[in-house]
């Protein structure tokens, strides 16, 4: 649901040539808990990098934590180190990163990693602002779960490590557990799924630097054709934007649950551009599936469970409007109201002799980025209502601008078939008004 932002790094020239001790516990800590924030499906966490701080995706798909953007970031100093090539899904080449040893990680109060290798891209920066609204610095990799348990909260927004499995709550230790495939340091598991392209078993990452449902790495192209598909821009990875094929499967098994009408994504393959043989898998399982559980993964032991939420029966959406959007400058807005109060006697309550009520002028002032639309689907219902790469939101269906987020916005493009969208845009000087119906192009 939302944006898709796909991260599935692979590290070229590689060597882990120190050994690590790895993320651990201070002295006499067992267990911690670290609050996130959850956009479009994905964990966004705060970490320190030699006491500097920073947001990063927690992501399973990537192999060691890296830095794409500096933005914001005034100095941070690193261990010398070596330069190596990167790739990633998208349609761009090999990507230079400097590869660092020795530095010092920090997660939560009570979670380090001292002798932490971190990698930052020097070809060039990637900003996520534009498609998330927090500022995202870079990844966190597989080894965070390494000697931990790690339980995902996708309902409270906590990640908690923990580190034995009898550390868990009861609730959670009494959950079934099943085995967990590890294959080139990446947690996978087997899903059971058919269409017209799958029939069986099928290995699928665990990958929490999706925030969609369900990868399928299949060798099709533009030319290929299904039932029950359209064409789509897919999500954005780190070396650029991705597109191929959504459809919708009737059901999926995943361990002792089943999920029904899920939603999968099929990039075409020219954007696969990382050999089969250094992935290992059939496709990723991302955070709009993840978001449905409490997943608690036993890394050292090499086992999983996972327990549905309440998030477990929601349906499974796309972008039906065919529009995509991103955040640009910021304007400020300023706000002007009263707080009114009133005087109450020693116990508390309003006394009926006498109440005196005063008011106090507020002024607030609050930056709100500006929200463009940076893709339009062919024939979708924004094409066809005339909507243009490059123009501005000013508001939809009664929220104005100052309102606006790439959250609520990305909301109304996904959920409610068939709901009607009044959007008020401006291109160049001349504003004006559209209106079209989210209309379904697979049930």
């Known amino acids: 649901m939302k944006f898709t932002i796909v991260f599935l790094l692979i590290l070229l020239g590689y060597q882990n040539g120190c050994s690590q001790e790895g993320f651990v516990f201070k002295e006499g800590v067992t267990k911690e808990k670290i609050a996130f924030r959850e956009h479009s499906n994905l964990i966004v966490m705060p970490v320190k990098i030699n006491n500097v701080e920073f947001n990063f995706i927690l992501d399973t798909g990537a192999n060691k934590t890296i830095i794409f953007n500096l933005k914001g970031i005034d100095s941070l100093s690193l261990r010398e180190g070596d330069y190596i090539k990167v790739r990633g899904y998208g349609d761009k080449e090999f990507l230079k990163a400097y590869q660092s040893k020795g530095n010092t990680i920090e997660i939560g109060d009570h979670i380090h990693n001292k002798n932490a290798e971190v990698l930052v891209l020097s070809d060039k920066e990637i900003d996520l602002s534009s498609k998330v609204d927090v500022e995202v610095h870079g990844l966190l990799g597989i080894d965070f779960f390494k000697n931990f348990v790690i339980h995902l909260d996708y309902r409270k927004s906590y990640v908690r490590a923990y580190s034995n499995y009898e550390d868990l709550p009861r609730s959670l230790r009494k959950k079934k557990q099943f085995d967990l495939k590890v294959k080139n340091g990446r947690p996978l598991v087997q899903i059971k799924l058919e269409n017209d392209l799958l029939n069986g078993a099928y290995d699928f ?15 099709i192209d533009e030319t290929f054709t299904m039932d029950n598909s359209f064409e789509d821009y897919l999500g954005f990875g780190i070396n650029g934007k991705i597109y191929g094929l959504r459809t919708k499967v ?13 939603s999968v994504s099929y990039p075409y393959k020219k954007y696969h551009n990382v050999e089969r043989t250094s992935v290992s898998n059939d496709g990723s399982l991302g955070g709009e599936i993840l978001r449905r559980y409490d997943v608690i993964i036993d890394y050292p032991n090499k086992k999983i469970a ?3 939420n309440r998030f477990f029966n929601e349906g499974f959406y796309y972008n039906m409007s065919g529009l995509g959007i991103q ?3 910021t ?7 009263r707080n009114f109060s009133q005087d109450k006697d020693d116990y508390g309550s309003i006394t009926a002799r006498k109440v005196t009520v005063s008011s106090t002028l ?13 893709y339009v689907r062919e024939n979708s219902p924004g094409d066809k209502a005339g909507i243009e790469v490059g123009d501005q939101i000013i508001s939809i269906n009664g929220y104005r601008q100052r309102q606006l987020t790439l959250h609520r916005v990305s909301q109304l493009f996904y ?16 504003e004006f008004k ?10």
């Not at 959920?415 to 001349?430: A, H």
């Open 205 to 219: 990452l665990i990958d929490t630097g999706s925030g969609d449902a369900l990868w399928v790495f299949n060798e």
């Open 362 to 374: 507020e002024i607030s002032y609050k930056y709100v980025p500006k929200i463009f639309i940076d």
């Open 434 to 443: 559209v209106k079209f119906k989210n209309i379904p192009l697979i049930l």
């Open 331 to 337: 304007k400020l807005f300023t706000e002007i109201g």
């Open 250 to 262: 009737n059901s999926i098994d995943l361990f002792d649950t089943s999920l029904q009408k899920v």
């Open 306 to 308: 996972m327990k549905p």
């Open 415 to 430: 959920k409610n078939p068939y709901k009607n969208l009044r959007i008020k845009l401006k291109r160049g000087d001349e």
């Open 327 to 329: 955040r640009g400058e």
